[in-house]
């Protein structure tokens, strides 16, 4: 634990407060909370990490009462410098444009008007399906529009003072402050920046378009802003927190290592623009899928856009806003998605105070992340929920038929008969989203099917005795008895017989699923009905 996650873990208040209590001091009521992305691949996860985090203190800050403006600014500017492997069949079409600026190069699917449109419908979309909806704001547009013109003059009047500054934080020397358009062959990432000389307000420059960066070879002169160009990031991204007036950016932990590019822009807010107050550039964690990060040049992994179809968007961000900001968390997809919305039901228990917890300050992250995950008001009474695990192994013994695990739940009083229609729908989305992912995405550990006969080959390798008193076990079993008390009360028997119960509870997944393992024992025979687990074991007791 680095030494601010444990200023995180020690503190009672929220991250999101924090930052949004600090930043108000600053900045006052007046708040612009900035979140960026280049869109030269598929959105993926760390992208959509910073966007969920820059979300969460900017609702935070409108709570407490500032007047808060959240933009997302899509770099779509950036060079073509790869073709990523999902594209390796149009590598023939988009290979002149590698160095080309992604909203020049081509769709390679036709289906958008450029290749970086072509990502950011998607993300946006994506962003929307989690209730993140900044402002959207288009690089090339704020270049057109001159936004930049000054930044480049005054890094150019300051030259000496920005080699200095760069040498200092990076340990090299920035020689380029642009990327500048090549005018011959379109290319942005070949021309080096030959010579340049003020003409009024205007700058005219000198650029050789470098062959061995895949340029024509070409020199030319012309004047900055005739084509495309762009300042170089680190520069570029302290310009444009400047002319937006940023307050709060958030980004990942690799962008606040010394020397690395907060530190440079921080320096040139100070140092350059001559400013006191500095924007709040803050940093978060990685969030992983199975120890993966994932690249969206790449595209391995699970898709963000898929994860509406396995959780409740609201039930994720509770995950990310319950984290310590700081902290790398891992999901694993085919593991943890009950967890995560049986941590999230606990949560919403003690948001409606229908359960309390002893620690004050787990209690009070644990409320706030709540409140931040919703996507709309609270309801006003809490909704009635199934447990995630549950329903998994209700589909699988009712074989996903939605109907019948409706009415066995009612039946089972585990819901009530008048649910409303809104927790009906609540509940059906629900096992919508567990169906899909039993089906796609779930270990092996959680997938199991129900026997109609026990089989025979597998039954005969077991206990007879053991099994002899499984049946006891079951015959007896006091009617009232519910899922875990099930679970208890087998595992008493089991020791007060002198049987292993891991013996006792595999001999029972044998006879009923024919797998070593399966869901917890209570819960199978609760689900499945203890007069059908008292018949199969009645059988398997027939194989011998
Ligand atoms: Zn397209
Ligand atoms: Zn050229």
Not at 152 to 160: H, R, S, T, V
Request: glycine share 6%; with cysteine; net charge negative.
């Amino acid at each position: 634990m680095t030494h601010q996650e444990e200023a995180e873990e020690r503190s009672y208040e929220h991250w999101a407060t924090v930052i949004s209590n600090e930043v108000i001091e600053i900045f006052g009521k007046k708040q612009v909370v900035a979140t960026g992305w280049a869109p030269s691949g598929f959105y993926h996860i760390g992208n959509f990490k910073e966007a969920v985090t820059c979300r969460a203190i900017h609702r935070e800050l409108i709570s407490l009462g500032a007047d808060s403006y959240y933009l997302l600014n899509i770099d779509d500017v950036d060079p073509f410098e790869k073709i990523p492997s999902f594209f390796k069949e149009y590598a023939k079409l988009l290979k002149p444009y590698l160095g080309h600026v992604i909203c020049e190069v081509p769709d390679p699917l036709g289906c958008h008007d450029s290749y970086a449109e072509h990502f950011i419908a998607d993300a946006l979309a994506i962003m929307n399906d989690f209730d993140v909806n900044p402002d959207p704001i288009l690089t090339s547009k704020l270049y057109k529009e001159g936004k930049y013109d000054k930044y480049a003059k005054l890094f150019l009047e300051k030259k000496e003072e920005m080699y200095e500054l760069t040498e200092e934080i990076t340990g090299s020397k920035m020689e380029d402050f642009f990327l500048i358009q090549c005018p011959e062959c379109n290319n942005l990432s070949a021309p080096k920046l030959i010579d340049y000389k003020f003409i009024d307000d205007k700058i005219k420059v000198e650029i050789f378009c470098q062959k061995e960066k895949r340029g024509c070879g070409q020199k030319s002169s012309l004047i900055l802003g005739d084509t495309i160009w762009k300042i170089k990031w680190r520069l570029d991204w302290a310009a444009r927190q400047d002319f937006l007036g940023v307050t709060v950016e958030s980004s990942g932990k690799d962008h606040g290592v010394s020397g690395g590019s907060i530190d440079s822009s921080l320096a040139i807010h100070e140092r350059i623009f001559g400013k006191s107050k500095l924007p709040m550039l803050i940093t978060h964690g990685f969030l992983t899928f199975g120890g993966k990060k994932l690249s969206g040049s790449t595209g391995s992994g699970l898709p963000v856009s898929k994860f509406p179809s396995i959780l409740d968007p609201s039930v994720f961000l509770y995950k990310i806003y319950r984290t310590n900001l700081r902290t790398d968390t891992d999901f694993k997809v085919e593991m943890d998605v009950p967890g995560v919305a049986s941590d999230f039901d606990v949560a919403e228990e003690l948001y409606y105070q229908e359960r309390d917890i002893e620690h004050k300050k787990t209690k009070e992250k644990t409320v706030k992340a709540y409140e931040l995950a919703l996507m709309a008001d609270p309801f006003e009474e809490k909704p009635i929920r199934m447990d995630y695990g549950q329903l998994v192994t209700f589909l699988q013994v009712y074989l996903f038929d939605e109907e019948r695990v409706i009415e066995t739940l009612k039946a089972k009083e585990i819901i009530p008969f008048n649910i409303s229609n809104r927790d009906l729908q609540l509940l059906k989305n629900r096992i919508q989203r567990a169906k899909f992912w039993i089906e796609n995405y779930a270990s092996n550990n959680f997938k199991f099917s129900v026997v109609k006969n026990p089989k025979c080959d597998i039954v005969k390798l077991l206990d007879l005795p053991v099994l002899k008193e499984l049946y006891i076990a079951l015959q007896n079993l006091p009617e009232k008895y519910q899922g875990d008390a099930i679970t208890q009360h087998l595992y008493e028997i089991a020791k007060e017989k002198e049987i292993k119960p891991g013996n006792f509870f595999r001999s029972l997944y044998q006879i009923v699923l024919a797998q070593k393992s399966g869901p917890r024992a209570g819960t199978l025979i609760d689900v499945l009905g203890k007069a059908e687990v008292s018949r199969l074991v009645k059988e398997a007791l027939d194989c011998f």
